[in-house]
């Protein structure tokens, strides 16, 4: 039998300005997992489209089995058993999982749906490879994690041997990642192939066989995962060294910038407040870590600091005034920046220009109005400014539609803006989600050249690599309270995880 | 460079969708005509595409019901900037209508006061879907919706108990209507400054000319002012604008209050022309909704609003002079055809993108490509 499953020779694919994927081959080994590596834009989920069918390439073949195969669309790699994850899932929110894992692929008897059929076999695949679901539930009422599994088990119902998974931990807290690496290693020793595309250095090196780098559109090399280094897989994908941990000094912190006394948030959903008495300080020069895992409470915590959500109750006291009930522009205005959560949601006006976005703050102020009207010239100088001070990337610079943006230029424009907004306070939130190394890196000397100028920065972060390099202090919340404060030299990543779950408490109030 | 902006020029291809929907509708138009009349509709296209530009007076009834068009179309396309859908023109239009012949019939005030009054009165019946949207997060749609049917019976009960401003008041013999606005008040007459002669149409006024300037001022103001830069943020994207610090509750209501400033002026102009008088009848003006299809038309851009209401116009004239051999209906069916089409806009604009791109050849963006290769 042919060693490799999928073969993908010279592939080109060409879009208007950009050449997404240039001479690229890959192949892919009956059984293994194949990482596919790259900085954000360099042509990953792009030739995974093209395998997939969703783009046509320029040039080149893809041969299943050794044999050239044509794939038009999604239908094409269907029949040829490659299934996809997207980063993204696909998925009816008002459907059960049974239902979503069926659509499509309905077995269907004088015009009435097979459903015990079709749940017996999705229930034995579940029970194979160690997927567990409730079947009857409704993906609105299950995790991202869950969803994920109901992803897996589409492609397993349509009895695909090919499994493409783009970006699959993007998502995931830590637990569901290790859970989903058991999943995937399950999966190939069941006779499955993985082709798996991250910019995660540390999942590729614990779940990969085998890794392709890709760098602007060009494939840079294939190597076995067991013979490399981080180190040297990064070096790959950027094109020069990077430094994981970015040089810091000992933090020298002076006055108090923030005060929490006692802060509760009501909850979004439920009448379980998010956050309850929570109390800490933030001084100049010093970043302070909120660690812990999604979804507990420091996304409030953040809203009701900013202004975006009402606090129950508590104070916010900044600069030595109280702003727990001050508007949000006024909070800006007082010098709170704030690189949100998510950068679509909050970050940007998708489809306002670059130069637009990157005003957000600031339109109204002297230097950009006329009595009443937007002074253009000024906002394209001041663009243009940011853009070549922070290097951001787009097709026509100050005048590209943000929603054009790849998404960590976005991210930088972001993070460009509220750097620039020169604040007292920088509230970051999760600042490098979705980024590549490189990208990383660059944010992260950023956010420590802000506190060696004297600001203050609070950093809510999921990735514990990150708040292990950045922070002086580390504060990590569980179920909306503050269950411990570490200091990042004197403790391990292991027992930050024991606090992150709630296995461990130190009751301590900020000692001063 | 220069081709691959022209390509990429966002304004130009909705141009060429709207072109392209306004053909096809009319393609579509000229089978129906075969389909009811097979022997006129050759005579029958050709009427529809000419007749408001076969004479002068014909001209001047398109300029004149352009004019409405053109505020309830604004109406419509303002919000939509700002991410609102003001389906409450109608009511909003009757509002302004009635304040217009109030301060018009009854009080014997001047044509601009009248005017501001029917802006006042619209934009008052803006408030509500944007006060409920603002503070009770309930849809603007479902608001507007019903209180399109409560300002109807609203102005018609305030019409029936308004005896000095009915027809019959001034020497008329029906009661169901409102007082020929030059018999009771003739100041409140939009000005004609002596186009009626030149064009030989009591239809000709310079309310045209008024809804042009508002809607350069409503371009100006969405594009070119902080307010529209705060209104359209809200519109595209509410919470980054809240995170910005705007006060989104409060551009909503005004959004809405502008919509309903609007329509409210388009009531005003169409029954101070001093051609129509207000019917008490229990049906929606089909002005209002009429917006709907010129703001689609025009991509809610502001200046495209003044040539999609004048092209409405123009073939709603074209239209009446089907009859007889025709139901003056039909050409509302083409109306909604070419609308239906250009709401297929983002369709449309793909396969215009697509046609562009494949003309402008892939030569070129290979070279643009040269500077990635340094970088290696």
């Known amino acids: ?512 | 460079m220069k081709k691959s902006s022209f390509r990429n020029n966002p304004a130009l291809v909705g141009l060429l969708a709207s072109f392209t929907a306004i053909f096809l509708g009319l393609v579509f138009g000229f089978f129906m005509l075969g389909i009811f009349n097979p022997s006129f509709a050759g005579a029958g296209i050709v009427k529809i595409l000419t007749k408001g530009l076969s004479s002068k007076e014909k001209f001047a009834k398109v300029l004149y019901q352009a004019a409405p068009l053109m505020m309830t179309g604004l109406s419509v396309g303002f919000a939509m900037k700002t991410g609102l859908f003001n389906i409450g023109g109608s009511g909003q239009y009757l509002i302004g209508t009635f304040c217009a012949l109030l301060f018009g019939v009854v009080l014997k005030l001047p044509w601009y006061v009248c005017l501001l009054a029917a802006m006042l009165g619209g934009a008052f019946w803006g408030i509500f879907p944007g006060l409920f949207k603002a503070l009770f997060n309930v849809n603007e749609v479902i608001t507007a919706i019903m209180f399109n049917w409560i300002g109807l019976f609203l102005v018609n009960l305030a019409f029936s108990n308004t005896p000095t401003v009915l027809a019959n008041y001034y020497g008329a013999s029906v009661a169901d209507r409102t007082a020929n606005i030059e018999a009771a008040n003739p100041s409140a007459v939009i000005p004609k400054l002596g186009m009626d002669k030149l064009f030989n149409s009591s239809y000709m006024n310079i309310s045209f000319f008024v809804a042009m300037l508002v809607a350069a001022t409503i371009y100006i103001i969405i594009d070119k002012t902080v307010f529209g830069y705060e209104l359209k943020a809200c519109g595209f994207n509410q919470k980054a604008s809240i995170y910005a610090g705007i006060n989104a509750k409060r551009n909503v209501v005004i959004s809405m209050m502008i919509a309903g400033a609007l329509a409210g002026l388009g009531g005003g102009i169409y029954y101070l022309c001093g051609t129509a008088q207000y019917t008490i009848e229990k049906v929606l003006p089909a002005m209002g909704f009429n917006g709907i299809p010129v703001a689609l038309l025009a991509n809610s851009n502001p200046i495209g609003i003044i040539f999609s209401a004048l092209f409405i116009s123009y073939i709603q004239v074209g239209g009446e002079a089907l009859q007889p051999e025709y139901a003056k209906e039909i050409v509302d069916i083409i109306i909604a055809c070419i609308i239906y089409l250009s709401a297929l806009s983002v369709l449309m604009k793909g396969l215009i993108t697509g046609l562009l791109r494949e003309k402008g050849g892939n030569q070129k963006e290979v070279i643009e490509e040269a500077p990635l290769e340094e970088t290696k």
Request: negative net charge.
């Open chain 1, 1 to 512: 039998m042919e060693e490799n499953i999928i073969e993908m020779r010279h592939i080109t694919k060409v879009f208007p300005g950009l050449v997404a994927n240039d001479d690229v081959t890959i192949q892919l080994r009956r059984g293994e997992i194949h990482a596919l590596l790259g900085e954000n834009g360099a042509g990953k989920s792009t030739l995974m489209n093209v395998l997939f069918g969703l783009y046509t390439p320029e040039k080149g073949e893809i041969r299943k089995n050794g044999k050239t195969v044509v794939i038009k669309d999604p239908n094409d790699a269907t029949a040829l058993g490659i299934g996809m994850v997207h980063q993204h899932f696909q998925l009816v929110h008002n459907f059960t999982v049974l239902q979503n894992i069926i659509l499509g692929a309905e077995t269907v008897k004088g015009g009435f749906l097979q459903l015990a059929q079709a749940r017996k076999k999705v229930a034995d695949l579940s029970e194979k490879y160690g997927l567990k679901v409730n079947l009857d539930a409704l993906i609105d009422d299950i995790t991202v994690g869950m969803q994920q599994r109901v992803e897996i088990l589409k492609m397993l119902y349509r009895d695909n041997e090919v499994l493409i998974f783009d970006e699959p931990t993007a998502m995931l807290t830590p637990q569901e990642i290790n859970e989903l690496m058991q999943i995937m290693k399950d999966l190939v020793a069941e006779g499955k192939s993985i082709l798996f595309i991250s910019h995660k250095l540390n999942e590729i090196m614990a779940v990969a066989d085998r890794c392709t780098v890709l760098r602007k559109g060009k494939c840079i090399g294939t190597v076995n995962t067991a013979e490399t280094t981080k180190e040297e897989l990064s070096e790959m994908m950027v094109g020069r060294k990077v430094e994981f941990v970015v040089a810091k000094e000992d933090a020298n912190p002076t006055d108090t910038v923030l005060e929490i006394k006692d802060l509760s948030v009501a909850g979004r959903r439920s009448t379980k407040k998010s956050v309850h008495d929570v109390s800490f300080k933030v001084h100049k020069g010093e970043i302070v870590c909120i660690a812990g895992i999604d979804g507990n409470g420091q996304s409030e915590l953040v809203y009701a600091l900013t202004g975006i959500m009402p606090a129950e109750s508590g104070e916010i006291i900044f600069k030595d005034r109280d702003i727990t009930k001050e508007t949000i522009r006024n909070r800006n205005l007082d010098g709170i920046a704030h690189i949100p959560e998510d950068r679509h949601e909050y970050g940007l006006v998708l489809d306002y220009t670059l130069a637009e976005n990157l005003v957000l703050k600031k339109y109204f102020m002297k230097d950009f109005q006329n009595r009443g009207f937007i002074d253009f010239p000024a906002v394209r100088k001041y663009a243009d400014r940011l853009i070549e001070k922070y290097d951001i990337r787009s097709s026509q610079g100050a005048l590209s539609v943000a929603r054009s943006m790849s998404g960590g230029n976005q991210q930088k424009a972001i993070v460009a803006r509220e750097i620039d907004y020169d604040p007292d306070l920088l509230i970051a939130v999760q600042p490098t989600r979705g980024m590549d190394v490189g990208a990383i890196e660059y944010i992260h000397r950023q956010i420590v050249k802000e506190r060696d100028e004297g600001k203050a920065i609070l950093l809510i972060s999921l990735e514990l690599d990150e708040v292990m390099n950045l922070s002086d202090r580390i504060l990590v919340m569980f179920e909306g309270g503050i269950v411990g404060e570490l200091d990042p030299k004197q403790t391990t990543v292991q027992e930050l995880g024991l606090y992150m779950s709630g296995a461990k408490r130190n009751d301590m109030r900020e000692a001063e």
